[in-house]
């Protein structure tokens, strides 16, 4: 069991930063994939930015330029670094671990992320 906690989410201008965190306390952080995903209303969860055990990291269309992922294992938490936000960035926000090995993946609660002036 991999419990995730997002952080970070919340009302930011157009132009502007946010940082999001999740913190998977208690895990064997290390090994698994973490994933950023975000869903507008009504829409079908998107992926937005991945990054692996060795530090690679891939990026989907919404998230190629703006954002960067980054992960720090010895405080076992994934970053999103989401730079010159729009307001179609306007989403709630999840984190998400695959353990290496592992057909069964844990997904965190979400963040809202609202831009808008």
């Known amino acids: 069991q991999v419990q995730l906690v997002e952080s970070g989410g919340g009302l930011v201008q157009p132009g502007g930063s946010l940082r999001l965190s999740c913190a998977a306390p208690?895990?064997?952080?290390?090994?698994?994939?973490m994933r950023w995903y975000r869903q507008h209303p009504g829409k079908q969860r998107e992926w937005v930015a991945s990054?692996?055990?060795?530090?690679?990291?891939r990026y989907g269309d919404s998230g190629k330029g703006r954002f960067t992922i980054s992960r720090d294992n010895a405080k076992n938490t994934v970053y999103l670094q989401m730079n010159t936000l729009e307001p179609e960035d306007t989403a709630v926000y999840y984190c998400?671990?695959?353990?290496?090995?592992?057909?069964?993946?844990?997904w965190g609660r979400g963040t809202q992320v609202t831009v808008s002036s």
């Open positions: 998400n671990a695959l353990p290496l090995g592992s057909l069964l993946d844990y």
């Open positions: 208690g895990s064997a952080f290390s090994r698994n994939l």
């Open positions: 990054i692996a055990t060795d530090f690679s990291t």
